[in-house]
């Protein structure tokens, strides 16, 4: 979302390496970000994903102890915080309801012709779908070419590493002992390169003798 809407405030929160929830919290309630409490942050984190798929003042006031009208003020500073996002939605229902689709950076499309009915309420989904789409397809090639650039790293390097299970953006292997150490290199080294954004990608690396056990053993930031 930074990358796409080219929200300068979201980028340089991302760059100096903040919180984005207790940024978002920090600004919308106008408190420092050390004065931020666990319940300002979950309301931002609410507000980070909800507002940008068409959360209502009534929909945040069912999430949270808002009322309706605090919800609208919400919003109202959110978009003040990150007005390029509101352009991003805006111009991006201007696209799917010219072109009738949205594509993600590398491309792909996805065409949504419910963006055409008559019933206003199909019409808000597809409008949700669309905005969504740039984003989370985006996230989904990224992690393909990781995987992709991964599977060829350890595979020139005849490495006995297997990548077993995706999960969203999380890549889980079975990884010898004695391969460890390079395996996290290449690992780490392909997912935070798999694609060129306006904003560092961080990768969190655990390990453990079974998924249910898994502790950090490395955290990078770039």
Do not use: C
Request: glycine share 4%.
């Amino acid at each position: 979302l930074a990358h796409i809407s080219e929200d300068p405030s979201l980028i340089k929160a991302f760059k100096e390496n903040e919180d984005i929830h207790s940024s978002t919290a920090s600004s919308v309630y106008n408190v420092p970000v050390n004065s931020v409490t666990s319940e300002m942050r979950r309301i931002a984190k609410i507000m980070n994903f909800g507002v940008l798929y068409g959360l209502s003042p009534y929909g945040i006031s069912q999430q949270t102890d808002l009322t309706p009208t605090q919800g609208s003020e919400f919003i109202n500073s959110y978009f003040t915080k990150y007005p390029k996002i509101k352009l991003y939605i805006e111009s991006t229902k201007d696209h799917v309801k010219k072109f009738g689709y949205v594509q993600t950076l590398l491309g792909r499309k996805r065409f949504i012709p419910e963006i055409d009915s008559p019933n206003h309420l199909i019409r808000a989904s597809a409008e949700r779908m669309a905005i969504n789409l740039p984003i989370q397809g985006t996230a989904a090639d990224m992690i393909k070419i990781a995987m992709i650039n991964i599977n060829k790293s350890l595979t020139n390097n005849q490495m006995k590493t297997k990548m077993l299970i995706q999960v969203h953006d999380e890549l889980i292997f079975q990884v010898p002992k004695e391969e460890l150490d390079e395996s996290t290199k290449i690992i780490i080294t392909q997912m935070e390169s798999a694609m060129k954004l306006k904003v560092p990608i961080y990768v969190d690396t655990k390990t453990g003798p079974n998924w249910g056990e898994l502790e950090d053993i490395k955290s990078k930031y770039i």
